[in-house]
């Protein structure tokens, strides 16, 4: 054997293991379908020009989609800190409704904008006025949809102009068909705090996240342009065990079934301002407009003048579709035939001898970041 490990997929959940495993004085191969390294925490650098045509500035394209690293994991906010130091970047979206435009997640600014109410205690008055329809029709049982969870959450302004129509787009189902639990992540807070995550610690990498990758996969083996499918005998006889991060029902060729994703394909373009919205995320909360929401990539790490000092900006549109074989798995889709699908391969998965599952793609979860690499370390001190 002329490895320990073979880890499938070079993404957080593979690169980490292969840097403790590195650590525990153990060997890895990494191989990737993709052609590059880092699975969806990967970025395209574009190089702009400055105005003066003497610097160069890089903005890092999220290729695969927003990623805001957050957590209260002091361990791992430290272990992401030990490889790059990350930056000061708070995530606070601004939502567009048919031109109206509303700060997120809810919080005092959203209620003044919506009602003019300029007080706590004026807010929650008027949520527990828009509320009580939808509580009084549940008479005490739980919220069993995310329309009834949402209407009792925040009542039926900001149901029906920051959710149902965004929510819609975003999974391509009714808001009646959708499980409660998606919309009970949305933070609602009674202060003027647009920070959209709870947690302790919150930023991007300074240079990127490919950064944080090679750093992890630093004197550790890669290959890119290798799927594990189209060499697996070859390539399982390569390693003692192997550390898969693939979609697991592809593991089992299917013999199940096929499990749902949802997918987000990206229009990306080039701006020539050096400012073209304001703020790194704008949601589009209505149906009238086809994306979910537009990224603007350089305020993930630049502010304030070096926004200007940087003549040209990079935009992405995020469009939400059904996923077909071929395109990229994004979000695993949580309704009863998906779960107990995803509960059969688990089953299978925990029978399979010298292969461990893990990340979002293995383990059909929708997992963050820092999830991820907790995981991983968890793995490693036992
Ligand atoms: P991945 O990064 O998907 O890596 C899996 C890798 O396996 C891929 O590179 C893939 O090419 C490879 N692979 C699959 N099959 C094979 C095969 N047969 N052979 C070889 N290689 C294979 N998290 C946050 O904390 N904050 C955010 O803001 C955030 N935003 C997100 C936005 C979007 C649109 C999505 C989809 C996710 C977001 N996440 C965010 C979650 C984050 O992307 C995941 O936590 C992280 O990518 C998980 O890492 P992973 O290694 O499990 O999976
Ligand atoms: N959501 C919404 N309006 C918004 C943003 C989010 O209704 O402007 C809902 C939507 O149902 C979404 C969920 O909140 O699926 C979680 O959104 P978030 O942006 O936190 O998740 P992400 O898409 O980044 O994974």
Redesign the pocket.
């Known amino acids: 054997m002329t490895y320990d490990y073979l880890i499938?997929?070079?993404?957080?959940?593979?690169?980490t293991f292969a840097y403790k495993a590195k650590e525990a004085g153990k060997t890895c191969l990494v191989?990737?379908?993709?052609s590059h390294?880092?699975?969806?925490?990967?970025c395209s650098p574009y190089p702009v020009a400055s105005t003066t045509g003497q610097a160069e500035h890089i903005i890092h394209v999220?290729t695969?989609?927003?990623?805001?690293?957050?957590?209260s994991n002091k361990e791992v906010w430290e272990f992401v800190n030990s490889f790059v130091p990350f930056n000061r970047y708070t995530?606070s979206p601004v939502a567009n409704y048919k031109g109206e435009l509303y700060n997120l997640p809810f919080n005092m600014n959203t209620f003044a904008q919506l009602w003019g109410v300029r007080t706590p205690a004026e807010a929650q008055a008027k949520i527990a006025e828009q509320r009580a329809e939808a509580v009084a029709a549940l008479n005490g049982r739980e919220p069993s949809n995310l329309e009834e969870q949402a209407l009792c959450l925040v009542g039926k302004d900001i149901f029906l102009k920051l959710i149902k129509e965004y929510t819609e787009k975003q999974w391509g189902r009714d808001c009646k068909d959708l499980p409660a639990f998606i919309i009970r992540r949305l933070p609602v807070r009674w202060v003027f705090d647009n920070n959209y995550f709870n947690d302790l610690y919150q930023g991007i990498p300074i240079g990127g996240y490919n950064v944080l990758i090679e750093k992890l996969l630093d004197g550790i083996d890669t290959r890119t342009d290798?799927?594990?499918?189209?060499h697996r005998e070859e390539l399982t006889g390569m390693a003692e065990k192997v550390v898969y991060?693939?979609?697991v029902d592809?593991y089992f060729d299917y013999r199940l079934g096929r499990l749902d994703w949802r997918t987000?394909s990206f229009k990306t373009r080039v701006e020539d301002t050096p400012n073209y919205q304001g703020n790194a995320v704008v949601n589009y909360t209505s149906h009238d407009v086809p994306y979910t929401r537009v990224i603007e990539h350089k305020h993930f790490e630049m502010f304030g003048q070096s926004v200007y000092d940087c003549p040209k900006t990079v935009v992405s549109e995020?469009y939400s579709t059904e996923y077909k074989p071929g395109m990229?798995?994004?979000?695993p889709v949580n309704d009863d035939r998906n779960n107990s699908l995803a509960d059969q391969y688990r089953a299978l998965a925990g029978q399979e001898k010298n292969v461990i599952f893990?990340?979002?793609?293995?383990?059909y979860k929708?997992?963050?970041?820092?999830?991820?690499i907790e995981k991983v370390l968890s793995l490693f001190a036992s």
């Open positions: 499938v997929g070079s993404g957080l959940f593979g690169a191989i990737d379908k993709r390294l880092g699975g969806n925490v990967y999220h695969y989609g927003a990623h805001i690293f957050h957590t995530n290798c799927d594990f499918f189209a991060t693939g979609p592809e987000v995020e990229e798995q994004f979000y893990g990340g979002r793609l293995a383990e929708y997992y963050d970041m820092a999830p991820v």
